[in-house]
């Protein structure tokens, strides 16, 4: 146990240094592009987004977490298996280049047409580092990781800040996912060195197939998942509303992706060295759900109090309409920044068929509660308030599952984790309400602090009383050394 937690340290800290960097370098640049461009230029761009990353599923088809897995892979199966990634990243840019006459006169928008076909060279970049990437990872490098995200958010930041400046326009809005892909293609290669090999790869994508097909299938309904809202929205209701959701739900996914996208990460290829130990992987579980319980339910009720300030903060007051989605969309993130990890868990114990099924539920949920926005209600907050009941459903099942099936334990000892963590939120909650209310004329930015500094002082205070963790402690010894 003492070396699972020194390799999560490590790997967390080095990936933290350049998700947290990142994420300021991200709201930046949101920042000024949302005060360049108009909600219609980002409600454009985020249609041809739902459908890249549609194609960009089979980019992978679950190749990377199989690769993760499965420590009897030859050097030479891995060649073929990048070859396999290469083949298939022409075939897909093909493909989309050729559909995109289809996506523009669907949405009778003609500027998508371009932007889908410059999004096609995409797909071949992020097809083909697959393989060079995930080595990364299954060698646990999250070092180098993390340096190389952080150089690449600030590059292709700037740029795009810069080609904003320079009047780009919508186009500003492609520089991050094409240039993000290309570069991360040639850097994974030059440390990962692959062999051109005139080979489809079949034999060795046969051995990690069983694993892969059905990772590939939840990325699939994932994939609905994520995108489906944006698709209708678009469709029935328009592009600026589509903007103005798409920059609630993008801000309300920045913490999530900068906490989770620290953790998950380094999750899985420590975890796949435990793959038979399911006693020590249920430990594990329970400790990672009331950790990212303690983060992810009092930050969402702390985001749902602030969310006047932080929109009108962040993008400026032309994104007004946007608010009561963001504060509806913020009670969301304390699920999924829990839930964020069980997928770790459904890959190490090799049940990727379990975690399927968990996507076919999540699917199902947030597909009737869609149906039921476009045929009875058509607003931005009731779609908000079907993504809220659908991840909480979610949340339920998936623990379920994974406690009745893979852990074999009885659900108290996960629900024991939550008590606390709800304890600190409702508290938190109870304070910033009629906070909330007395403070609707204040300035922004001094509310926001206000409210900001009052959870924290709580949060901390909480976590000290019942010994959760000790910072009083802690601080005394930073202060000793210095």
Not at 84 to 109: M, R
Not at 345 to 351: A, K, L, M, V
Not at 412 to 427: A, D, F, G, K
């Amino acid at each position: 146990m003492a070396n699972i937690k020194q390799q999560m340290l490590s790997g967390v800290f080095y990936t933290a240094v350049a998700k947290y960097s990142g994420l300021v370098i991200s709201l930046v640049v949101m920042a000024i592009l949302a005060r360049l461009l108009c909600p219609d230029d980002f409600g454009t761009v985020a249609i041809a987004t739902v459908f890249i990353n549609f194609f960009a599923i089979f980019t992978n088809i679950g190749i990377s977490s199989a690769v993760v897995q499965n420590k009897e892979l030859t050097d030479h199966d891995i060649n073929e298996i990048y070859m396999f990634t290469i083949w298939i990243g022409i075939i897909l840019s093909v493909l989309f280049f050729l559909s995109t006459g289809f996506i523009a006169d669907y949405y009778q928008d003609e500027r998508l047409l371009p932007i889908c076909q410059l999004l096609s060279v995409n797909l071949f970049f992020a097809s083909a580092g697959t393989v060079p990437n995930t080595l990364f990872f299954k060698d646990k490098d999250f070092k180098f990781i993390a340096w190389r995200t952080f150089i690449i958010q600030i590059t292709v930041g700037a740029i795009a800040v810069g080609a904003a400046l320079l009047g780009a326009g919508l186009y500003t809005l492609l520089i991050q996912p094409v240039l993000s892909s290309v570069l991360i293609y040639f850097i994974s290669l030059k440390k990962y060195p692959q062999k051109f090999l005139w080979t489809w790869g079949i034999k060795s994508i046969k051995k990690i197939w069983a694993y892969s097909m059905y990772q590939f299938l939840f990325n699939v309904m994932s994939y609905f998942i994520r995108n489906l809202d944006k698709m209708l929205i678009g469709k029935y209701i328009g592009m600026a509303p589509l903007g103005y959701y798409e920059k609630s739900y993008r801000l309300m996914s920045l913490p999530i992706q900068n906490i989770t996208y620290v953790i998950t990460p380094v999750l899985h290829p420590i975890l796949s060295d435990y793959q038979k130990e399911t006693d020590k992987l249920a430990t594990i579980n329970e400790r990672m759900v009331r950790l990212l319980a303690f983060i992810g339910f009092p930050l969402g009720i702390l985001l749902f109090f602030c969310g006047r300030e932080l929109m009108l903060f962040v993008f400026g007051s032309q994104w007004e309409p946007s608010i009561p989605a963001f504060q509806i969309l913020s009670l969301t993130v304390g699920f999924q920044i829990v839930t964020s990890s069980s997928g770790s868990f459904f890959q190490s114990t090799n049940d990727t068929r379990g975690l399927f099924i968990c996507g076919i539920f999540t699917a199902v949920a947030t597909c009737t509660g869609f149906l039921v926005c476009i045929l009875f209600f058509r607003t931005l907050e009731a779609f908000a308030y079907s993504m809220l009941i659908s991840y909480f459903l979610c949340f339920i099942q998936c623990y379920w599952q994974l406690y009745h099936y893979q852990f074999r334990r009885n659900m108290l000892h996960l629900y024991r984790q939550l008590i606390s963590p709800l304890i600190i939120t409702l508290l938190i909650g109870g304070v910033l309400y009629p906070l909330s209310l007395c403070s609707s004329d204040w300035n922004i930015v001094v509310s926001l602090c206000v409210k900001s500094l009052l959870a924290l002082i709580l949060w901390g205070g909480y976590l000290q009383w019942r010994k959760e963790y000790d910072i009083v402690a802690k601080v005394r010894n930073i202060l000793h050394k210095y």
